[in-house]
C-alpha cells in the first residue's frame, strides 16, 4: 500500500500547479483520499477530500474556490489530483495525499503518508 506525491515546484503568486497522487496496492473506490499540508512550523492540516463513493468533495475555507481535487481511474490509473490556482505566498508547504475510510476523520486515522511534494510560492 502506497502513495506517491508528485507535481510540486516553485511558482510565482497567482500562479497554478497540479499535483498528482499515484495510489497502489488499494483503489480510490476502495477509501476517501485527502491532501494535506504542512508548512514550515506548523502543523498539517487537510486541504480537500474527494469521496471514494459518490466523489463529492470538500475543501479548506483557505482554499475554497482556488484549489480543486478530481480523481482518475480510468485504465487502472489510479491517481488523485489536486489543481492549484491563484497560488497565494501562505500556500507554501509540504504537500501530503493520504487515505481514511471517512473525510472528516481526524488526523490519526489517515494513512499512509508519502514523502510529500514541495509548493513554494513566491510573491
Known amino acids: 500500500v502506497q502513495l506517491v506525491e508528485s507535481g510540486g515546484g516553485l511558482v510565482q503568486a497567482g500562479g497554478s500547479l497540479r499535483l498528482s497522487c499515484s495510489v497502489s496496492g488499494f483503489t480510490t473506490d476502495d477509501y476517501n483520499i485527502g491532501w494535506f499540508r504542512q508548512a514550515p512550523g506548523k502543523g498539517r492540516e487537510k486541504v480537500s477530500c474527494i469521496n471514494n463513493v459518490d466523489g463529492s468533495t470538500s475543501y479548506d475555507h483557505s482554499v475554497q474556490g482556488r484549489f480543486s481535487i478530481s480523481r482518475d481511474n480510468a485504465n487502472a490509473n489510479n491517481r488523485v489530483y489536486l489543481q492549484l490556482n491563484n497560488l497565494k505566498p501562505e500556500d507554501t508547504a509540504v504537500y501530503y495525499c493520504?487515505?481514511?475510510?471517512?473525510?472528516?476523520?481526524?488526523?490519526?486515522?489517515?494513512?499512509?503518508w508519502g514523502q510529500g511534494t514541495q509548493v513554494t510560492v513566491s510573491s
Open positions: 493520504s487515505a481514511a475510510a471517512r473525510c472528516d476523520y481526524g488526523l490519526a486515522y489517515w494513512g499512509p
